[in-house]
């Protein structure tokens, strides 16, 4: 009987230790989750050496990008209508999404006076460029870069662990695409601020310039200023109408008042369409282009993202503000264009492309003169 007491006694024992155990990993799980939240580092050593060592590289050419979309990121077929995100998958989407959620800048006095962009207002941009936004010296302009730098990393540490953690949700290609597009706009900002310095890009900006001859007079061609600036789209304010972000112009119509041209618009966008004609090209090509610019829609999964190929659409339309007939498509009231062609089929989506080339095609062919009535009386 001792025996078999002594036996059950050793037995719970073991039973108790194997408890003991199973609740410290379940403790420890759990706050290494917790910490990974609060730290917003959830990539161990040897992940973030790697992912440094991918973004890494030596090319500075600046070759314009075009993301385009591709036959279906989401098959929205396969998709389980009651589908929820894991635990974990809300954490690292949000944490990626926070990062891209347009940031509302300090409210500015009128600073700005000559075509009135109206700086009082809530304005808002996502991507950091490399430039202070008041001008300061270099130590602010260090700064800002160094901003930007960990921008593009934090960003993309997230991004990857949320492409590991969900490799069974239906949203996988979704988080992949981003990643992707994510990680070549982070090569490409490189690249750029290695070749180009802007004067007060935040705010006004004369022009580009090579580094290291800003204040030189350094002329760069047109065709690649043009390149320039859909690069800097990315940088693009916004406001809130309607609860809806709407991309700033200012003088960024191209226009002083409403039909008189600007000579000297502020923002890119304005600056593809002072361009004009010569631009249309460029813009053309960025249609299909799936670059982010900001989240639209920061709460949900998956969020829906203001697109290159959204602004492609805003700037074409007020580059022929007197094009004969309408344009293409319509927006419905409060969509995006990567919204509302994102639900078009494939051969959809390629036949309303088609219609806004042909469109801008059109519009571009030298207009004839007016008749006028020549016989005599």
Same mark, same amino acid.
């Not at 960024?252 to 502020?266: A, R």
């Not at 639209?296 to 805003?314: G, H, L, M, T």
């Given at each position: 009987m001792t025996q078999n007491k002594h036996l059950f006694i050793g037995f719970a024992l073991v039973v108790v230790g194997i408890l003991s155990f199973l609740g410290y990993s379940y403790y420890s799980t759990r706050e290494s989750l917790q910490e990974a939240i609060h730290k917003h580092? #959830?990539?161990?050593?040897?992940?973030?050496?790697n992912m440094q060592n991918h973004l890494s590289h030596t090319d500075v050419t600046i070759v314009p990008a075009i993301t385009k979309t591709t036959p279906s990121v989401i098959d929205k077929t396969t998709i389980k209508q009651d589908y929820q995100p894991t635990e974990t998958e809300k954490l690292f989407f949000h944490l990626m999404m926070e990062s891209l959620k347009p940031k509302p800048l300090p409210k500015l006095g009128p600073i700005i006076s000559d075509g009135g962009i109206d700086w009082k207002r809530e304005t808002y941009k996502a991507f950091p460029s490399r430039e202070p936004l008041f001008p300061g010296g270099t130590e602010q302009y260090e700064g800002s870069a160094s901003y930007s730098e960990q921008f593009y990393k934090q960003i993309i540490i997230n991004l990857s662990e949320l492409v590991r953690q969900s490799s069974d949700s239906p949203y996988? $290609?979704?988080?992949q695409e981003t990643f992707d597009i994510i990680a070549q706009m982070q090569k490409e900002d490189e690249d750029f601020y290695n070749k180009y310095d802007i004067n007060k890009v935040s705010l006004s900006w004369s022009d580009i310039h090579y580094r290291g001859t800003l204040g030189n007079h350094s002329t760069v061609p047109q065709d690649e200023r043009i390149v320039a600036y859909i690069h800097c789209l990315r940088y693009s304010y916004f406001h809130k109408l309607d609860e809806r972000y709407v991309m700033e112009y200012g003088?960024?119509?191209? +226009?002083?008042?409403?039909?008189?041209?600007?000579? %000297? #618009?502020? @923002? $890119? $966008?304005a600056k593809l369409i002072n361009v004009g004609v010569s631009a249309a090209p460029a813009v053309l090509n960025i249609l299909e282009d799936r670059r982010l610019i900001?989240?639209? %829609?920061? %709460?949900?999964? #998956? $969020?829906?993202?203001?697109?290159?190929? %959204?602004?492609?659409?805003?700037? @074409?339309?007020? +580059?022929?503000?007197?094009?004969?007939? #309408?344009?293409?498509i319509e927006i419905p009231q409060g969509e995006y264009f990567s919204q509302y062609i994102e639900n078009q089929t494939p051969t959809e989506k390629q036949r309303i492309i088609s219609e806004i080339k042909q469109w801008v095609g059109e519009n571009m062919k030298p207009q004839p003169p007016p008749e006028t009535d020549n016989d005599p009386k």
């Open positions: 580092g #959830p990539i161990v050593e040897n992940q973030i050496t996988r $290609s979704f988080y003088i960024g119509d191209g +226009m002083v008042g409403f039909n008189t041209p600007c000579n %000297d #618009p502020i @923002l $890119s $966008s900001i989240a639209v %829609d920061e %709460d949900k999964i #998956p $969020s829906r993202f203001y697109r290159y190929q %959204d602004a492609a659409v805003e700037i @074409l339309q007020r +580059m022929f503000t007197k094009a004969q007939r #309408p344009f293409p």
